[in-house]
């Protein structure tokens, strides 16, 4: 099956279900008052909140309920402040000098993600939507950022969205364009490492660990040792990404790495590339919204042999394998039935799988590389918000110069009175 051809066949299998309207209208009004002032309260005292409320509240939030109650899983988001915590329980600060000082207070690092959309909005950019599914619900991972990182959650802009409606009461919603990067601060918010784009579980798990290693030996430092530190650790990092290149090429029997296209002017197809498990889901509106000359052009992330990306994301294959818990959450928001989910259920995972197993390597070559560069520079990486705009401008191709996110080229041409915008 060609990349082509399974992309248009995996985007049939990621329709996300909302639940149902009627259902939350179900529960009492002043259940819903209770609970509304029990999370305003309970939010307030950060991660002992949540254990407060997944303690009173563990009967209605059994995790292997395909619908928990709709009432009590909306009430969790908000206390968690991010969509699906039931599965994930994790606690997400949205203020990042509050995170700094929880940090300060307990001695971790933070895990600060940049996102288009809200994380606890179901439609929020693609990459963050597979985090919730793929990583944080892992059982290793939610583990390890509870108890060893702060985490905190920023909204780069609003993630766009296409509605189609097929005219007979039929609408198909889907985000475009846009993509989402794990940044490791320090205590102060100084940033350490940052893990772009969607990773597997267990690679992603790895660049946790590496990082996490690296903010405590640098906030040990004196003052006068941490830039050179910091420098020689994405020095190091960077080699050892080169060597596994290298080795990767030996094993598949590859004379010389595949060749990336230089970079063009950033437009939604080209930036949409860059992440190939959103793509699958992505592309086919692409396709339908970019003009036929932009669907010619050699994008950024096309590789003279695609095959040879393939072959190396099968050895890491391991890397991407889903847990139980994110395999039923899976399960839980594509199936309205648990006995509809038995003879879907592994091909789509499957399926999801292999993507990720192709992000995980491409990020890791392509994007990694060149964050690990700009550490080893110096080039803009002590102040976040700076690094922030250098990766969405120049690794994401989604600049905040640009407030259409290159969904509206200057060259095309629509046919539509003032080209459509409203």
């Excluded at 994790?90 to 000098?97: N, P, Q």
């Excluded at 439609?123 to 963050?128: E, G, K, M, R």
């Excluded at 364009?177 to 320090?186: F, K, P, R």
């Excluded at 990306?309 to 050895?315: C, D, R, S, T």
Aim: proline residues 5%; hydrophobic residues 40%; aromatic residues 8%.
């Amino acid at each position: 099956m060609t990349l082509k051809n399974f992309t248009n066949t995996f985007v049939v299998t990621l329709v996300i279900l909302n639940f149902s309207p009627t259902a939350k209208a179900q529960t009492p009004v002043n259940e819903i008052s209770s609970l509304s002032q029990e999370v305003a309260v309970l939010r307030k005292q950060g991660n002992q909140g949540l254990q407060k409320f997944l303690d009173s509240h563990k009967n209605e939030l059994n995790f292997h309920t395909v619908i928990p109650n709709p009432q009590i899983r909306a009430s969790l988001d908000e206390l968690c402040q991010q969509r699906d915590c039931y599965a994930s329980r994790l606690y997400w600060y949205t203020d990042l000098e509050a995170a700094k000082a929880a940090a300060k207070a307990s001695g971790k690092p933070i895990l600060s993600l940049r996102l288009l959309g809200r994380l606890d909005q179901d439609l929020s950019c693609a990459n963050s939507r597979f985090f919730r599914v793929a990583l944080y619900p892992n059982t290793a991972i939610a583990q390890a950022l509870q108890n060893r990182f702060i985490l905190h959650w920023q909204s780069v802009r609003p993630v766009p969205k296409v509605t189609i409606d097929f005219g007979d009461g039929r609408k198909l919603e889907r985000t475009i364009t846009g993509n989402s990067i794990h940044y490791v601060l320090d205590t102060s918010g100084r940033p350490i490492d940052a893990i772009p784009g969607l990773y597997g579980p267990k690679a992603f798990l790895r660049q946790l660990q590496q990082a996490e290693v690296a903010a405590k030996q640098y906030s040990k430092l004196p003052s006068t040792q941490r830039q050179a530190f910091l420098q020689k650790y994405h020095s190091d990092r960077l080699n050892a990404i080169q060597t596994r290149w290298t080795a990767d090429l030996s094993r598949l029997g590859i004379q010389s790495p595949p060749r990336l296209v230089e970079n063009p002017s950033p437009t939604a197809a080209i930036a949409g590339s860059l992440a190939v498990t959103k793509m699958a889901v992505e592309n086919p509106m692409l396709n339908v919204l970019r003009s036929d000359a932009e669907a010619n052009r050699q994008t950024l992330a096309e590789i003279t042999d695609q095959e040879a990306w393939q072959k190396i994301a099968q050895l890491y294959a391991t890397d991407a394998k889903l847990d139980q818990n994110s395999i039923a959450l899976i399960g839980a928001k594509k199936f309205a039935s648990p006995k509809t989910t038995a003879a879907n259920l592994p091909k789509i995972v499957n399926k999801f799988e292999t993507l990720m197993a192709l992000d995980t390597v491409r990020n890791e070559y392509m994007l990694h590389s060149q964050i690990h560069q700009w550490f080893m520079q110096d080039a803009q990486t002590s102040n976040l918000a700076e690094l922030n705009d250098k990766v969405y401008a120049q690794l994401f191709l989604t600049p905040s110069s640009d407030p259409w996110l290159g969904l509206l080229p200057n060259d095309g041409y629509s046919a539509i009175d003032n080209d459509g915008l409203r």
